[in-house]
């Protein structure tokens, strides 16, 4: 007897169900913790941001981190924005996670050497790490949003996901074109000297 004949019946759950009109369920006030912990999240890049750019090595990464500074503003006002829709006061809750992203990626300058591209490839990895936790998050947010019936605020959130994957790609495609080898290639330069 095939296993799949044991599926439990809730799989067939219609997935078109937006339930929550109530203001108060914990969902919601889960919902408005997380975003309370994104916006931390974001407004502190702001500031870690401009540190990471001064100490990027290339052009391309430096002019790369400053484009995500002016998204991450933008990341900000529309956290604001949900906030509003939720009928909540913007409110910043410190979040753990971006910040020992954070640390990491001051420790990676210090450990690396001012001018190389090894420090440009590490830079670009923790900058990645940091997009990853976002896209997690904002992929959460909009399925919970959707959830809760609340569309215009799953389509603000939509919109700072798509962001924050495409920042993720770009500096995949910077590390690829050529930063990572250009960095392979320094360390052999340097075993030969
Ligand atoms: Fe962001």
């Known amino acids: 007897m095939p296993k799949t004949n044991s599926l439990p019946a809730k799989s067939k759950k219609p997935q078109t169900k937006t339930a929550g ?42 002019s790369a981190i400053e484009e995500h500074i002016a998204q991450t503003e933008e990341h900000v006002s529309r956290l604001e924005q949900v906030f509003e829709l939720m009928g909540k006061k ?13 640390k990491e990626g001051d420790s990676i300058v210090e450990e690396t050497e001012e001018g190389s591209m090894t420090r440009d490839a590490a830079i670009i990895m923790a900058a990645q790490k940091v997009e990853h936790y976002e896209i997690a998050t ?56």
């Open 21 to 62: 009109a109530k203001g108060n369920s914990k969902l919601e006030e889960f919902f408005t913790d997380a975003l309370k912990d994104i916006y931390w999240a974001e407004k502190h890049l702001t500031k870690a941001l401009p540190k990471m750019k001064k100490a990027a090595t290339t052009e391309e990464l430096k």
């Open 90 to 102: 913007a409110q910043a809750k410190k979040c753990d996670a971006m910040e020992g992203l954070i």
């Open 138 to 193: 904002y992929g959460g947010l909009v399925s919970l949003a959707k959830t809760m019936g609340k569309n215009e605020a799953a389509d603000i959130l939509a919109m700072t996901l798509e962001e924050e994957k495409q920042t993720d790609e770009g500096l995949t495609s910077i590390a690829e074109n050529d930063i990572n080898w250009e960095a392979e290639m320094e360390g052999q330069m340097e075993a030969e000297n």
